[in-house]
């Protein structure tokens, strides 16, 4: 089992950057995959971004805009927002793959308006 938590969402104008972490705790030997999905309001999830020993993955929406990064020694994973736009507003979930089995924060709500 893995626990996640993040933290750094709140209200940032149209242009402005943001940046996410989740603290990563419990069982933590083998995690493969670690990342953010994002779900706003009446649509279904989706990727964000995905980092694992050897490569990162993006959602074409966020590409060039947004960097994941991931330290292991500390358990945490980051995401590093920038030129956010209304479109970015959703609530953005931590997400760890150990063994096969999917683990997901809570959440952090990311809103970008003027």
């Known amino acids: 089992q893995v626990q996640l938590v993040e933290s750094g969402g709140g209200l940032v104008q149209p242009g402005g950057s943001l940046r996410l972490s989740c603290a990563a705790s419990g069982t933590l030997f083998s995690i493969n995959a670690m990342g953010w999905y994002r779900q706003a309001p009446e649509k279904e999830r989706e990727l964000v971004a995905l980092?694992?020993?050897?490569?990162?993955k993006y959602g074409d929406s966020v590409k060039g805009r947004f960097t994941i990064s991931r330290d292991n020694a500390k358990n945490t994973v980051s995401l590093q927002m920038n030129s956010l736009k209304p479109a970015d507003t959703a609530v953005y979930y931590c997400?760890?793959?150990?063994?096969?089995?999917?683990?997901w924060g809570k959440g952090t709500l990311v809103t970008v308006s003027s």
């Open positions: 980092i694992t020993s050897g490569s990162t």
């Open positions: 997400y760890a793959n150990l063994l096969n089995i999917d683990s």
